[in-house]
Structure formats: structure tokens, C-alpha cells
């Protein structure tokens, strides 16, 4: 199976800053996602990572505050824009097997905002 | 919204039990099923898919599934301290999107 990367694997940032997390697969993927894990919760999907235009977005989640980029099928960024504590949470890359349908997870990025 | 529902838990059990994780989901039309391992501190792992009416077995797991009745159960033998943790049940979309349980936490005591 493909192997994800994710960077930063955490951070603290403070209130008002944006931070960018990045995910490197070692092999072309078609689907990529972006989930987010607040403390004590399950996985919530942010965003569909289309390779060459602009992100699908879940309800509640809109572009300006979690800009993504997808250049290519090996790379995605997020991005978490204007961090407020409630950001806190871990951000978590994932890629499809188009096959079956099974979803593999990078290690995450745990974010604390201050 | 499309839901998917996890026994709250918290679960313990003996080792060398059985331990009983099951699910239920709104959509009826969905097709493909999954239960991830969640270690503390760690990103979730996929440790069983099953897409049709039955059990699925993979060594001590078993993953049954109903969908007239929209449920889907893990079932862990010989449960080992090892197996605690948190057991997410998710769902496929017809999105290529998947959808997650609450999760239930898992507790196998020696």
C-alpha cells in the first residue's frame, strides 16, 4: 500500500496565523481527502482534494478558511487560515483505493492553537 | 445527513473474550463497509472492509453485516490487551466519500 507523509506532524500556533500542512504519497492516487479530528471525536471530512481544480467542500467548511491545494496525484496541502482555538484538532490526509473503496490515513498533524 | 451510529462504549472486556462492536448506518443505499483501529495518539487503521450480507472473517476478527436491517458488527476473539482501543465503523458514500462513527473505545483487561 501507498505511503502517506504528512508535515508538520504538530504544531502551536498562535491565534490569527495560518499554518500549511503537506502530504506526500509515494504513488499516484486519484482520491485524496482531508478529515479533521477535534479532541474526544471521530473523523469529520473536510474537503475532497481534486488533482488540477478547486477542492469539494463538506458542509461547514469553505474555502477561504481551509484553502487546499492538489497539483499534482502525489501532493495536497491544507491550509488553516486565521486560527482560532476551536481549530485545535488533529488534520488528517487520506487517499482512496479506487478498487474498493478503502481509505488509508497519514500519521496526522496535531494543531494547538493558543 | 447520513448517519452513522456506534455503541457509545466505553467497552472492557476479559482477555480471551469476545468483544462485540456494532454499528448501524441511515443510508440504505450504501455499499461498502469498514472498521478502523484507533490507537491513543495515532491515525486510525483499516482492519476490515465488507461490502456483502454476511461475515467476513480475518483471523480473530469477524465483520458481520446486515443491510436490511442497515447493521454491521465486529466481533474480536480472543480479545488481547493489545486490541485496546478505539474501533471506528464507517461507511462508504456515493461520493467516494466515507463517513465515521463516533467510535467506541475498547478496553481488554488482563
Known amino acids: 500500500s501507498a505511503v502517506i507523509s504528512q508535515k508538520p506532524s504538530r504544531d502551536i500556533c498562535q491565534r490569527g496565523t495560518s499554518l500549511t500542512i503537506q502530504c506526500q504519497v509515494d504513488s499516484q492516487v486519484t482520491m485524496m481527502f482531508w478529515y479533521r479530528q477535534q479532541p474526544g471525536q471521530s473523523l469529520t471530512l473536510i474537503a475532497t482534494a481534486n488533482q488540477g481544480s478547486e477542492a469539494t467542500y463538506e458542509s461547514g467548511f469553505v474555502i477561504d478558511k481551509f484553502p487546499i491545494s492538489r497539483p499534482n496525484l502525489t501532493f495536497s496541502t491544507l491550509t488553516v487560515s486565521n486560527m482560532s482555538p476551536e481549530d485545535s484538532s488533529i488534520y488528517l490526509c487520506?487517499?482512496?483505493?479506487?478498487?474498493?473503496?478503502?481509505?488509508?490515513f497519514g500519521e496526522g498533524s496535531r494543531l494547538t492553537v493558543l | 445527513q447520513k448517519e452513522v451510529e456506534q455503541n457509545s462504549g466505553p467497552l472492557s472486556v476479559p482477555e480471551g473474550a469476545i468483544a462485540s462492536l456494532n454499528c448501524t448506518y441511515s443510508?440504505?443505499?450504501?455499499?461498502?463497509f469498514f472498521w478502523y483501529r484507533q490507537y491513543s495518539g495515532k491515525s486510525p487503521e483499516l482492519i476490515m472492509s465488507?461490502?456483502?450480507?454476511g461475515d467476513k472473517e480475518d483471523g480473530r476478527f469477524t465483520a458481520q453485516l446486515n443491510k436490511a436491517s442497515q447493521y454491521v458488527s465486529l466481533l474480536i476473539r480472543d480479545s488481547q490487551p493489545s486490541d485496546s482501543a478505539t474501533y471506528l465503523c464507517a461507511v462508504g458514500g456515493d461520493n467516494n466519500d466515507m463517513r465515521f462513527g463516533a467510535g467506541t473505545r475498547l478496553t481488554v483487561k488482563p
Open positions: 443510508d440504505r443505499g450504501s455499499q461498502s
Open positions: 465488507i461490502y456483502s450480507n
Open positions: 487520506s487517499l482512496m483505493d479506487s478498487n474498493t473503496g478503502e481509505l488509508f
